[in-house]
T-cell receptor, first 115, second 114 residues
């Protein structure tokens, strides 16, 4: 069964460093998303991406964040200069369509720890 | 603002017990409602969904009914198994101008013991 994969499963970095989190969405999906979950808090939407453009982003997704689909298979989230409060579990998701109610398939997540 | 509220966990049950996890929402427009489940070490998986009022979503013995009058989408299962132990997330999407982003509740951890 097709699945969304994410690498690495755990990333440890120093404050101020850049990190890139990688995701491989399901191959025929066209819509891609990043969410994050700070320990003990809700899963929060960060950004959605379609046709090589951001279609929506939250207030969390400031200038320190960027997303890219560098090739036909990967979807990346870059944090330019990490802060302590960026420590969280980051989930990638993809969906075949962007219509309301269309299922989003989630990856297992990357745990980011900023020291 | 738009939000989802779930009952706090953990919920601890014996095998074959009846399960209810409460979920209420606040939203403009007519959202679609979802339950996602996260098993240990895995990503979020869609458990069931309902896209309009009075719809009932069901899967693997779980069910939830979209109640517009009470803005609720409570998850129920008649007889839980140890393998149902996981974290359950209620979520909504389909807000005006919100494309397809999901808004999640805080999650409810369920522990089922033999």
């Amino acid at each position: 069964e097709p699945e969304v994969t994410q690498t690495p499963s755990h990333q440890v970095t120093q404050m101020g460093q850049e990190v890139i989190l990688r995701c491989v969405p399901i191959s025929n999906h066209l819509y891609f998303y990043w969410y994050r979950q700070i320990l003990g808090q809700k899963v929060e939407f960060l950004v959605s991406f379609y046709n090589n453009e951001i279609s929506e982003k939250s207030e969390i997704f400031d200038d320190q964040f960027s997303v890219e689909r560098p090739d036909g298979s990967n979807f990346t989230l870059k944090i330019r200069s990490t802060k302590l409060e960026d420590s969280a579990m980051y989930f990638c998701a993809s969906s075949e369509r962007g219509t309301v109610g269309n299922e989003q398939f989630f990856g297992p997540g990357t745990r980011l720890t900023v020291l | 603002g738009n939000s989802v509220t779930q009952m706090e966990g953990p919920v601890t049950l014996s095998e074959e017990a009846f399960l209810t996890i409460n979920c209420t929402y606040t939203a403009t427009g007519y959202p679609s409602l979802f339950w996602y489940v996260q098993y240990p070490g895995e990503g979020l998986q869609l458990l069931l969904k309902a896209t309009k009022a009075d719809d009932k979503g069901s899967n693997k013995g779980f069910e939830a009914t979209y109640r517009k009058e009470t803005t609720s989408f409570h998850l129920e299962k008649g007889s839980v198994q140890v393998s149902d132990s996981a974290v359950y997330f209620c979520a909504l999407t389909g807000l005006p101008g919100g494309y397809n982003k999901l808004i999640f509740g805080a999650g409810t951890r369920l522990a089922v013991h033999p």
